[in-house]
DNA sequence: GGTGCAACCGGCATATTGCCGGATGCATCA
DNA sequence: TGATGCATCCGGCAATATGCCGGTTGCACC
């Protein structure tokens, strides 16, 4: 029970896609009773892989400011503030980085009111040490 | 009904943090009836501005290597750096910032070599004065 | 062969959803 | 002013999904 297997992957990839499908279409889907799906999905939330389940949100108007925060954090991991993170539909990315660095943040918002708004709740975070900001002069290379 | 309001903001900012939430106690929590709540959703999912539900995983596939280049450069714009940039294929995205950083640098590599030596040559460019690598060990968010 | 255990299944009471008709507020316009 | 259209809201009912339970199966370990 402590190994991800095949199902839990398929399960997985459902779920990323498709979060608020029911369990009996989920369990339909994998091959399964309604009951096991429902106790493996909860296997995965409860061990932590799972850990949460989001909207995901398209701008709200012309997002059309793009930054990167990036963030030093007191002490690792720090699940309060992804949480809190994942709470702004401005932010579209989040990744957990390696080196000096905690996190890089990337965020889309409609106007520097907004970027600056942002910043100030992100830097006021309990366990936020350091965040630098910087705004999205140009897009020079992005491929697929 | 264009207008995004109050609620709906109020909607988005829930269904961020707890995608699988009944209609029902979503109408409990902003005061609305579950059919009305389950308009505003639906109207919200078509406009786009719900993109869908997603699962947050909290681990990551094996296979490739994400990081972070957090270029500073000696003067801007810097042509010539972001042409070499462009001829490596593992590089996916650069974004000219301002602030103290130049450029963001989004790469996918095979191998933890393979990212050294694509270190090793962004850094020693000419035109490029400090490098900070930061390697991606989880996504913690992601919206399309 | 007995015990413990993880994973599975189906069933029943309860909760949620999909879908409907109908009320209300509001702008438009003859 | 009163008729019309429309967006938004509400509650109710049948269909569906969920939470929770007991029971079965396969397997490892004495």
Redesign the interface.
């Known amino acids: 029970m402590q190994d991800i297997d095949a199902i839990d992957r398929t399960i997985?990839s459902i779920?990323?896609?498709?979060?608020?499908i029911p369990m009996k279409s989920l369990a339909g889907r994998i091959g399964l009773s309604r009951s096991a799906t429902t106790e493996r999905v909860t296997r995965l939330e409860k061990a932590?892989?799972?850990?949460?389940?989001?909207?995901?949100?398209?701008q709200?108007e012309e997002g059309t400011i793009?930054?990167?925060l990036?963030v030093t954090l007191k002490r690792t991991p720090s699940i309060g503030v992804?949480?809190r993170?994942?709470?702004?539909?401005s932010?579209?990315?989040?990744?957990?980085?390696?080196?000096?660095?905690d996190?890089?943040v990337e965020v889309e918002v409609g106007s520097i009111n907004a970027l600056n708004e942002l910043r100030n709740e992100v830097a006021t975070m309990d366990n936020v040490e350091d965040l630098?900001?910087?705004?999205?002069?140009?897009?020079?290379?992005?491929?697929s």
Chains 1, 2 share one sequence.
């Open positions: 997985l779920l990323s896609q498709e979060a608020r932590g892989v799972i850990r949460g389940y989001r909207a995901d949100i398209g709200l793009q930054a990167f990036l992804l949480d993170l994942a709470g702004f539909s932010v579209r990315k989040v990744s957990s980085v390696s080196g000096q660095l996190l890089v630098t900001t910087s705004i999205v002069l140009r897009r020079d290379i992005e491929r």
